[in-house]
């Protein structure tokens, strides 16, 4: 049977598309592990289906390359925002859409023709505590927290951004050897949910670059919640001011990250690559 598909990405943080608002997409699990693969079908970071919801406007699930189901996604909702407003689901210039970590809000960016070309998402506030994010590290904060990884200690700061990220502040990231590393923080026992890992080096007072390893995924171009996560690990660092905007460069483009009292707001594009079908 064949089914429609969207491909979009976020800054090059790519999903595969369903449209499931009147049509349930089913066994997703094994589709986003089927699907995902870049050599024998159409490749992306997942598949992230677009459902309705009794309490939002639309609601997103996302499922990661290795099949496991993750609450949140940042540039994926972005995403999934603007496939609602594309597909006429949405027709005002806010959205809100309910995830696995709660409701998000998006306020829309339009180009000349009406289309959504970014968006400007309130992620909420960012969890701090230990516990919370989850971890078997305590305390209301975990800054600066020396993590002996694969032989090497690393200082880490935890923040959870609706899923968990593990922020370490270094040189160049693009030195580290991610591949090896990665696997070794996500699958960490400190972290019963495994984690996302997140190597910054600070450019300048609000502006970093990073890379990222995302569970379930691997490295990834880009990651919304883990930019919020580092823009917040860097002002409790005091790499960077809270209440300003801070720009994270990763690898697939900016994004522009702002952090205040009540909540993290995040703004970047979205954008739509190619529409298909695929046989499932």
């Known amino acids: 049977m064949l089914r429609k598909f969207y491909k979009l990405h976020g800054i090059g943080n790519d999903y595969i598309y369903f ?4 049509r349930p997409l089913e066994n997703a699990e094994e589709l986003a592990v089927r699907l995902s693969d870049r050599h024998f079908s159409i490749g992306g ?3 992230i289906l677009l459902c309705p919801s009794e309490i939002a406007d639309c609601k997103m699930r996302m499922f990661n390359a290795d099949g496991s189901e993750g609450k949140m996604c940042g540039n994926g909702i972005r995403c999934v925002g603007k496939l609602a407003h594309d597909l006429g689901y949405v027709t005002a210039d806010i959205c809100r859409i309910e995830t696995l970590s709660g409701i998000r ?4 960016t339009f180009d000349e023709k009406g289309k959504v070309v970014s968006a400007k998402v309130d992620m909420g506030a960012a969890v701090l505590q230990g516990e919370k994010i989850p971890s078997k590290i305590a305390g ?3 800054v600066g927290y020396p993590l002996n990884v694969g032989g090497c200690e690393y200082k880490i700061t935890l923040v959870s951004m609706g899923n968990p990220h593990c922020v ?6 693009y030195e580290t050897e ?11 026992e400190l972290f019963p949910e495994r984690i996302n890992t997140e190597f910054a080096r600070v450019d300048a007072k609000n502006e970093l670059t990073m890379r990222v390893w995302e569970r379930g995924s691997g490295e990834t171009w880009a990651c919304g919640t883990g930019a ?3 823009a917040v690990a860097a002002v409790l660092n005091g790499y960077a001011d809270k209440n300003a905007p801070v720009t994270v460069h990763l690898r697939g483009g900016d994004l522009i990250i702002t952090y205040t009292e009540d909540s993290v707001f995040m703004e970047g594009g979205a954008t739509l690559a190619f529409v298909g079908e695929v046989e499932i």
Request: hydrophobic residues 40%; aromatic residues 12%.
């Open 45 to 47: 970071d997942g598949v």
């Open 19 to 22: 449209d499931c608002m009147n």
């Open 228 to 230: 919020c996560a580092v």
């Open 140 to 142: 209301e904060k975990v």
């Open 168 to 173: 370490i502040f270094c040189g160049d990231p």
């Open 105 to 108: 809000t998006l306020f829309f």
């Open 178 to 188: 991610l591949e090896k590393v990665g696997p070794l923080f996500e699958n960490n």
